[in-house]
């Protein structure tokens, strides 16, 4: 009776997210009094694999037909499924993702389980099984009392911070039966967002906003995000205005992150901006608006012209 913990790859490489939720599935099963298993979906060499156990997995199953190598939410959660009753486990936990949140309904359907979202710290044995979770974009807190024989906890990003030891885990190959039901949605290509960093991995965020004034600008905001070696964000507006693609836009409409550095730059922090970001861990903003609504929730302000600060902040991390 394991923990089982569905960890997502990115090129063959185990996703930041899914080591959090790795450590995170070890810990419960820690608590449980046993051993945690990762499940991996797709094509990854076995030292990677075996990576898992650096974060506390004893055990991974691999999955690796080749009908499963573009991310399907449908299939994905047979496999995870099939996994957990072969592992008899009764808590599952994934990182949360646009692919997790494609599994995860079905996947407690499939399990007959209790579900909970969001969730932001360990479980609480002393109350059952009770787990909190972050809603309404991080304005509220929910605690979830799971009560089914089988629990599924998506966990939100930045929850732990894994500790790596030198272990490493066996690898097994994993082959549940699939059929045509699973494959009712069929993913064609997977096309990868530009740039270096991946935005919803990022740990550093540099973002702008319309006080850049046009996209002939941008080279400013990444010259510093290169520096940095941090992802580009940008406000609605900008993508609206297709200043900026569209995969940069963050908040309530876009994309959610949680980096432990968001810096915004000529962003006036909108509601619907901040539903989006303010999960980061510390959030600089610069504005020349000293009234602007972001620095109420900055933890450091910049009151300044975004086209003096900018290169300054890039030369002095370049000087380091
Ligand atoms: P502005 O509000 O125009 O702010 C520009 C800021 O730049 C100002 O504070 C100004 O003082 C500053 N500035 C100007 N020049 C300079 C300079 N030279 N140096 C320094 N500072 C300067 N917005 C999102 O971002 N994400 C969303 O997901 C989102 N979803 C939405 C959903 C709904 C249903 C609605 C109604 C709105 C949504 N919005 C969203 C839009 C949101 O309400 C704001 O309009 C938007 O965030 C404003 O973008 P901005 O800060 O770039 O632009």
């Known amino acids: 009776m394991s923990v089982l913990i569905f960890a997502e790859l990115d090129e063959g490489k185990l996703k930041k997210s899914s080591q959090e939720a790795i450590f995170y599935g070890a810990k419960v099963a820690d608590m449980l009094g046993t051993s945690a298993t990762a499940i991996v979906i797709g094509q990854a060499d076995d030292s990677e694999l075996a990576s898992a156990g650096r974060f506390g997995a004893t055990k991974v199953l691999h999955a690796a037909d080749g009908k499963l190598n573009e991310p399907n939410g449908m299939a994905y959660s047979t496999v995870v499924a099939a996994a957990a009753q072969q592992e008899s486990s009764k808590v599952v936990v994934l990182a949360k993702s646009s692919l997790a949140d494609a599994m995860t309904a079905r996947l407690a359907g499939k399990l007959k389980a209790g579900l909970a979202a969001n969730v932001i710290e360990l479980p609480d044995l002393s109350a059952g099984f009770r787990v909190k979770s972050s809603i309404y974009t991080g304005k509220a807190f929910a605690y979830n009392d799971l009560k089914a024989d089988v629990k599924i906890l998506a966990i939100k990003k930045n929850t732990i911070t894994p500790e790596e030891t030198e272990a490493t885990a066996s690898v097994e190959t994993f082959s549940p039966a699939l059929n045509e039901s699973d494959f009712v949605i069929t ?20 973002s702008a906003g319309r006080g850049l004034k046009g996209p002939e600008n941008w080279a400013i905001v990444e010259d510093l995000a290169k520096a940095l070696g941090a992802a580009t964000a940008c406000s609605k507006p900008v993508s609206d205005l297709d200043w900026r693609p569209h ?47 972001f620095f109420k929730s900055a933890d450091y302000g910049i009151v ?3 086209f003096d600060v900018l290169p300054r902040l890039t030369k002095a991390v370049q000087g380091l």
């Open 247 to 293: 995969h940069e836009h963050v908040g309530q409409t876009g994309i959610k992150v949680s980096p432990n550095l968001y810096i915004a730059a000529g962003i006036s922090g909108a509601i619907q901006h901040l539903a989006g970001v303010n999960s980061s861990k510390v959030i600089v903003v610069i504005n020349k608006d000293p009234e602007a609504p």
């Open 304 to 306: 300044g012209d975004v």
């Open 187 to 206: 993913v064609k290509k997977t096309e990868k967002a530009t740039g270096d960093v991946l935005l919803p991995e990022a740990d550093l965020v540099v």
